[in-house]
Each structure stands twice: as C-alpha cells, then as structure tokens.
C-alpha cells in the first residue's frame, strides 16, 4: 500500500495543525495505523496509533494534546495536533507498519 502524508507546515506554540495520510487502498482490515516523527538528529519514535476496533495509543509528550483517528471508508487517517509545541517540530511519517508514506515536515516556533 502506498501511503501519502500531508498536512504539514509551520505553525507557532499553541497553534493547531491537521495531518492527513491517505493509502491507496482501504484500510478497513489494517490492524494498526500510525504516525511517527523524527525530529533532526534523533531517533524515530511513535507518536500515536490506532488499532482496527478504534483503540488507541499516545506517547506521553503528545497525550492530551494530539488525537489520532481513522477513516475505513475513506482510506485515511488523521492526526489532530493542538497546543503545538516547538519541540513537536519533526518530519511526521504515518505506516501501516508494513508501508511509510514520505513524512509530511512541521515545524513550530516559540
């Protein structure tokens, strides 16, 4: 499956962005969607999945802020980012942990 992220950009603390991953076929029976970020200089990490029954799951830094959602009949899913904070600044990538889309870049200043 081909995943295509976008959404991205820059924002300022506290600003909201909307990431969008869309797969090129449906996502109904994928068992795990998720986004990850790598921000320059460190490792990948996951910053929140859904599961196929709507289970999800959130790092730390991003719990209370980001929500992640999913869409079967569109093929989508969803990161909702609030309270950005300079530190969220990275290159998003969301996967079916099998594919990566290309990542979609945001960055938030002070």
């Known amino acids: 499956v081909q995943l295509q992220a976008s959404g991205g950009g820059m924002a300022q603390a506290g600003d909201s962005l909307r990431l969008s991953c869309a797969a090129s076929?449906?996502?109904?029976?994928?068992?795990?969607m998720g986004w990850y970020r790598q921000a320059p200089g460190k490792q990948r990490e996951l910053v929140a999945d859904?599961?196929?029954?709507?289970?999800?799951y959130y790092a730390d830094s991003v719990k209370g802020r980001f929500t992640i959602s999913r869409d079967n009949a569109k093929s989508t899913v969803y990161l909702q980012m609030n309270s950005l904070k300079p530190e969220d600044t990275a290159l998003y990538f969301c996967?079916?942990?099998?594919?990566w889309g290309q990542g979609t870049e945001v960055t938030v200043s002070s």
């Open positions: 996967t079916d942990l099998r594919s």
């Open positions: 076929r449906s996502i109904s029976s994928v068992a795990v």
């Open positions: 859904i599961e196929k029954d709507g289970s999800t």
